[in-house]
Every structure is written in structure tokens, then in C-alpha cells.
């Protein structure tokens, strides 16, 4: 049985930083993409990165690039979300998601993913 358990969410003041850990389990998941994707109250589930578990290749939505790092530790089986110098507009629930995906054109969208974590709740003050 597969399980993504995130954690490290919590309050933080804007312009401070947060580090998510996604916890994978019940599969290897050396073919797989891991993705964090965030939902804000009252609007769409955005894409936010991903890694592909295999190369460590990363990919970025504009919105976060040059604030957010994806990383993931293989030998833990956790993929990582280094946030700095966060936005109010970064308050959402994040969650993460792991899935095989044949083409990184496909790695924003959240349909193409077959596993997903809980999600944890990020909330930045102004």
C-alpha cells in the first residue's frame, strides 16, 4: 500500500521560510515523479515542482522559482520543499504527489498523478 505523508507545515511570518518532508512508502520509487502541488480556500489546485525520483531532475512553476527548492533523499524515501522569503499568497494546503509520467510536459498537471498525500496547511502572515 502506498503512503505520502507530508509534515512540516505551520504559521510563518512573510518573507521567513518553511521545510516540507513527504514520507514515501509501500513501493519502489525509482520510475516515479514526485510533485508538490497547493490549494488555496476558494481557488484551483495549482502546481508548484517536481523531482523525478530516478535523475533528481526538477521543474518549477514561475510563481516559486528562485524561492522554492524540490529535493528528495533516496535513501530515506522523502522528497523535500524548501520554501524562503514565503508570501502571504503562498498560504494553501500542500500536498504531495507522486505518479509515472511519461513526458515532463505533463508534470503540472495533477491528473497524471496517481498517488497523493494528505496535504499539510502552510499560512503566511503579513
Known amino acids: 500500500q502506498v503512503q505520502l505523508v507530508e509534515s512540516g507545515g505551520g504559521l510563518v511570518q512573510a518573507g521567513g521560510s518553511l521545510r516540507l518532508s513527504c514520507a514515501a512508502s509501500?513501493?519502489?520509487?525509482?520510475?516515479?515523479?514526485m510533485a508538490w502541488f497547493r490549494q488555496a480556500p476558494g481557488k484551483e489546485r495549482e502546481f508548484v515542482n517536481a523531482i523525478t525520483w530516478g535523475g533528481g531532475t526538477t521543474y518549477y512553476a514561475d510563481s516559486v522559482k528562485g524561492r522554492f527548492t524540490i529535493s528528495r533523499d533516496t535513501a530515506k524515501n522523502t522528497v523535500y520543499l524548501q520554501m524562503n522569503t514565503l508570501k502571504p499568497e503562498d498560504t494553501a494546503v500542500y500536498s504531495c504527489?507522486?505518479?509515472?509520467?511519461?513526458?515532463?510536459?505533463?508534470?503540472?498537471?495533477?491528473?497524471?498523478?496517481?498517488?497523493w498525500g494528505q496535504g499539510t496547511q502552510v499560512t503566511v502572515s503579513s
Open positions: 504527489a507522486a505518479g509515472t509520467i511519461s513526458y515532463s510536459m505533463w508534470y503540472d498537471r495533477g491528473s497524471y498523478y496517481r498517488y
Open positions: 509501500g513501493r519502489t520509487f525509482s520510475s516515479y515523479v
